[in-house]
């Protein structure tokens, strides 16, 4: 009477959720810019370190996917799907299943991270021309620093709270 | 502006495409028509796509003077100094940059306001059944983001009401460096997280006792009807991207 | 602290096309050392009324006085600092705003924020514990490990910890069962008489309101209809059948007996002050 | 002990049978469950009562076979509980549980009461009518197109009400479905269901606190530290006065009203139980001077 491909799928929908609502609702500006950073990242890290793939790819890919649409950039969705995707993906795959210490989750982190602004830097280029690809780094730098804060800090109360995450 | 949500998502795909081929002053000039009927149609205040565009502005006018600054050598030359020059084709190539730019945003706009986001949601599973036949599982998926939008809004309530609730409690959000920041929403995120780990497990228990065994076998309740409208307007834009290519400089 | 109200308005997004009034011309004046209810339906504007108190949402129009502090539409969040400390709030399902590793660390979280030293907020976390009715063997526990009862406990001790003056409770008791229900009470009531906290709490439980409030304030629609001493609210019970607002049963009963030539000194609003003028009327021998 | 349908002599076999269930979470020592036997009759209105923890919930988990218990046996509708079986026996229950947001799985109203006729591959043909009936058995057919977050607590529960009507199932378990709603909102489902029950021939089994709730019931079970300890009528539950709040429900005002006049040395007879009965004793007692 097991039915954990359910189980799985409704966490993963459930951390889409709460990514999309975190993204749209909390906004931080990033002092001396107009940029602001979004806690996209922490959503889609979190659920990437705790629970593995699928639902590192799932959250990326969805969350990306959601929240372009939903907070008016529908043209970018699919960039987003990807890039997204991708990097939850990488960050799922890169972290050992047993140890989730900063240690073992700096690099899947930066490596998560590097295609995130290499790939918004790419396809931004692709749409606009590099100077504004060019300048989307600093802003994704902020973005992706600040999420592997978070996330990191965060990681490290959820699996003594729920020794069953690990 | 009543299209099948397939049709615009795949027309904004195929869209972004006609944005990137365009590159003569007559395949703007197809593409700008394009984009203002479809505007036009669609009968929206030109205030919602002027708000749109606000955000973006410095963006625009950054990449627009770079792109200028660095002008490729052609045409010709207003100004130069070391490495930086100002020309013709330079002045033209920010010029279509900035084009893009708001072509792109009114597009968006223009499909936020007009489509609602679980119907794109069930747009893109429907265009992603061909996927079935290399194992992806599409109806999976289609639930999963439906779920995920119909659990965006409750998410949204409780953090306000745990924010709500350390503020009471003391804590300054949105005060201090980004450190500080980071550090002062670990009293929010962590009882939103536990609180999403139990409603997952709480719903996965709620679907299975509705009869939910896998998305496969299942009917469909909501389902999407492509019209003549849907068809004609794919018809426009297959002759505009005929013309773009017409017109673009080979 | 007394509270005074004068013609508080709040909307919501006030100025956008989505702007949305949810209190109009809210004005009492509740006396220190009160034990207040707030009475009214689901959307009647409770929950944003006594989110006012402590400045989460702050008036669009009007001005609020606690003690010395005053919150008018212009009031900065800085101002607000030493406000939130004496007024604590405890949100319905308040469970949900555990966070720390361990429950005394989460009781002690409060009051780090409003500058008291870590070393002394982990003492006064214990104490706290211990108020609300907690064996201080859970201290060390994550707050996560306990059953939702305890797990409101320690949010309510969080608060308490704050040692504020007033005290505003959203339907402590949601989701409890009874005699978790009861214990709740009596911990509010004993915390307003033995310590001198003012209460103000939002129910919808009518016994609760007829056992323990003082006064009574019924909203309708994000209007104040009505402002009174208990006994002068349940006094009409006409006037709360036109509201939809239950009578506590006891009232009922009482309303049924005058009905048949039974007349009641003063209108009983708990089985035990209906006991006692039944016995006062009861026949000797 | 006697049951109003074997009064009426149209006793029937029973819809739900339970023996020596006994269940353990994996991370508990202390079984969740332990030897619970009872059974259920067709059209009956069980109520079964204990303090949180006590193991309630757990056991209606068990009867939709959504708990793996290891120990005893779960029978309903004639069909023995296995892995094999779960869907049949899952075909025959419609549940509803405490929090009204964590099982609405539809984006709307409508795409939810159609969630488990999708998942019985239902044709939409037949779906179409389904939906808008069963929303308009619950009262909520002008909210079809709403999105949940528009909706109230006690308009969720009434949405997941009608996802039950929509399959038609035999047995309805309530399991605390009531208890994060206002008291406008609980009166208005406790009604439903009671329409629920009569108009489709419902069996119902409501896990509950609720005085009310209770007092609606044929026969209550009392569940305490996952053991049977009481199974009796609602008149014989609440004829224990003060002990109820240690069972996990409230003490009736009646009850309240005597332990009251008993401490200023009034004594009401033992078995006046309802209101009405209390007020006659009260008025006669009074006018008698």
């Given at each position: 009477m097991k039915h954990d491909a359910l189980k799985t799928n409704t966490l993963a929908a459930v951390m889409i959720a709460l990514t999309v609502a975190l993204s749209l609702l909390v906004r931080i500006p990033i002092a001396g810019t107009n940029g602001f950073v979004t806690l996209c990242e922490v959503g889609i890290y979190t659920s990437a370190i705790l629970f593995g793939n699928p639902v590192g790819v799932m959250v990326g890919a969805g969350s990306g996917f959601l929240i372009d649409i939903l907070a008016g950039y529908p043209v970018w969705c699919l960039f987003s799907l990807v890039i997204h995707g991708t990097q939850g993906f990488a960050v799922a795959y890169l972290t050992p299943e047993n140890d989730k210490s900063l240690k073992a989750t700096i690099f899947p982190l930066i490596v998560g991270s590097a295609i995130m602004v290499v790939g918004y830097c790419l396809a931004t280029a692709f749409l606009y021309g590099w100077p504004a690809g060019i300048a989307s780094i600093t802003s994704n730098l902020f973005q992706v620093g600040f999420g592997m804060v978070v996330a990191v800090l965060l990681v490290k109360s959820l699996v003594k709270f729920k020794p069953s995450l690990t | 502006h009543r299209l099948d949500p397939r049709a615009k998502l795949l027309l904004s795909f195929f869209y972004i495409v006609l944005v990137f081929m365009a590159n003569s002053l007559w395949s703007y000039v197809i593409l700008v028509a394009m984009t203002l009927g479809a505007i036009l149609a669609s009968k929206i205040n030109l205030g919602f796509f002027l708000k749109g565009i606000r955000p973006l502005l410095w963006l625009i006018i950054f990449t627009v003077i770079v792109q200028m600054l660095f002008s490729?050598?052609?045409?010709?030359?207003y100004f130069h100094w070391a490495f930086l020059r100002i020309t013709t084709l330079g002045i033209i190539t920010a010029g279509i940059i900035a084009v893009r730019f708001l072509l792109i945003i009114m597009t968006s706009t223009l499909l936020t306001l007009t489509t609602q986001p679980l119907d794109i949601a069930t747009g893109l599973a429907s265009l992603m059944k061909p996927l079935r036949w290399v194992k992806v599982p599409v109806d999976t998926l289609a639930m999963m983001l439906s779920i995920a939008l119909r659990f965006v809004p409750t998410l949204m309530d409780e953090a306000v009401k745990i924010m709500n609730a350390q503020r009471a409690r003391g804590v300054d959000f949105g005060e201090g460096n980004l450190f500080k920041q980071a550090h002062s929403l670990i009293p929010l995120m962590i009882p939103l997280f536990m609180s999403a780990f139990n409603r997952a497990e709480d719903l996965s228990i709620a679907m299975e006792a509705r009869g939910?065994?896998?998305?496969?076998h299942r009917s469909q309740y909501r389902i999407l009807t492509w019209h003549r409208r849907d068809t004609i307007t794919w018809l426009i834009f297959a002759i505009g991207f005929a013309a773009i290519l017409v017109f673009r400089r080979w | 602290m007394a509270i005074t109200f004068e013609h508080v308005d709040f909307t919501y997004q006030?100025?956008?096309?989505?702007a949305n009034p949810a209190l109009t011309d809210i004005s009492f004046s509740a006396p220190d050392n009160c034990f207040l209810a707030i009475i009214g339906h689901?959307?009647?504007g409770k929950s944003t009324l006594i989110q006012q108190i402590n400045a989460l949402l702050k008036p669009t129009a009007g001005q609020i006085k606690i003690d010395d502090f005053t919150i008018t539409p212009k009031t900065t969040n800085a101002d607000l600092k030493p406000l939130r400390r004496h007024v604590g709030m405890v949100f319905q399902f308040?469970?949900?705003q555990l966070f720390a590793e361990t429950v005394r660390q989460d009781i002690a979280f409060g009051p780090q924020n409003f500058g008291m030293s870590e070393d002394d907020a982990l003492v006064l976390a214990d104490k706290m514990l211990e108020d609300v009715g907690?064996?201080?063997?859970?201290?060390?526990?994550?707050?996560?490990?306990?059953s939702g009862g305890q797990m409101r406990r320690v949010a309510i001790a969080g608060v308490l910890a704050m040692q504020p003056k007033v005290l505003i409770l959203d339907?402590?008791?949601?989701?409890?069962d009874p005699q978790g229900r009861q214990e709740m009470m009596s911990l509010f009531e004993r915390l307003h008489r033995e310590q001198g906290l003012s209460i103000i709490l939002v129910t919808h439980q009518m016994e609760d309101v007829a056992q323990y409030a003082e006064e009574v304030a019924v909203m309708r629609q994000g209007r104040l209809v009505k402002y009174g001493a208990t006994r002068e609210i349940f006094a009409d019970p006409q006037w709360l059948t036109e509201n939809q607002l239950a009578e506590p049963i006891a009232a009922q009963f009482a309303q049924n007996l005058s009905r048949r030539g039974i007349t009641w000194s003063a209108w009983p609003l708990t089985a035990e002050e209906l006991a006692d003028q039944l016995a006062s009327q009861w026949p000797k021998g | 002990m006697t049951f109003k349908l074997e009064e009426r002599g149209r006793r029937m076999d029973n819809i739900i049978e339970v023996k020596q269930l006994t269940y353990r979470y994996s991370?508990?020592?202390?079984?969740?469950?332990?030897?619970i036997n009872f059974t259920v009759q067709p059209g009956e209105w069980l109520a079964i009562v204990g303090h949180n923890g006590s193991g309630k919930s757990t056991l209606a988990k068990c009867l939709d076979g959504l708990l793996p218990f290891s120990e005893g046996t779960v029978t309903v509708g004639g069909t023995t509980l296995t892995e094999e079986t779960v869907w049949t026996v899952r075909e025959q229950i419609g549940m509803i549980f405490q929090?009204?947001?964590?099982?609405?799985?539809?984006?709307?109203v409508e795409d939810d009461v159609a969630f488990g006729l999708e998942n019985r591959q239902v044709p939409r043909d037949e779906m179409i009518p389904r939906v808008q009936a069963a929303l308009d058995e619950v009262g909520m057919a002008d909210f079809a197109?709403?999105?949940?977050?528009?909706?109230?607590g006690g308009q969720k529960q009434r949405v997941a009400l009608a996802g039950i009507v929509a399959i038609t199932p035999d047995i309805l378990i309530l399991d605390?479905?009531?208890?994060?709603?206002?008291p406008l909102g609980r009166t208005a489902m406790l009604k439903l269901v009671r329409q629920l029950r009569h108009d489709q021939d419902l069996t119902v089994i409501s896990i509950t606190h609720d005085i009310n709730e209770a007092a609606g019931a044929d026969r209550i079970l009392v569940i305490d530290d996952g053991k049977l300890v009481e199974e009796a009528s609602p008149q014989e539950i609440f004829s224990k006065g003060d002990q109820l709040i240690a069972l996990g429900l409230d003490i009736p005002f009646v009850a309240k009203l005597k332990a009251a006049l008993k401490t200023r040395g009034i004594v009401p007879p033992?078995?006046?139980?309802t209101t009405t009965e209390m007020e006659d004793w009260l008025w006669r007692s009074l006018s008698n001077t």
């Open positions: - | 490729p050598v052609g045409g010709h030359t939910y065994q896998d998305s496969e | 006030a100025g956008t096309p989505m689901t959307g009647s308040p469970e949900s907690l064996s201080t063997v859970y201290a060390d526990r994550s707050p996560f490990e306990l339907e402590p008791t949601a989701g409890l | 991370d508990q020592e202390r079984p969740a469950l332990s030897d929090n009204p947001d964590n099982q609405f799985v539809g984006a709307t197109q709403r999105q949940p977050s528009s909706l109230s605390e479905a009531t208890s994060m709603l206002d033992a078995d006046y139980q």
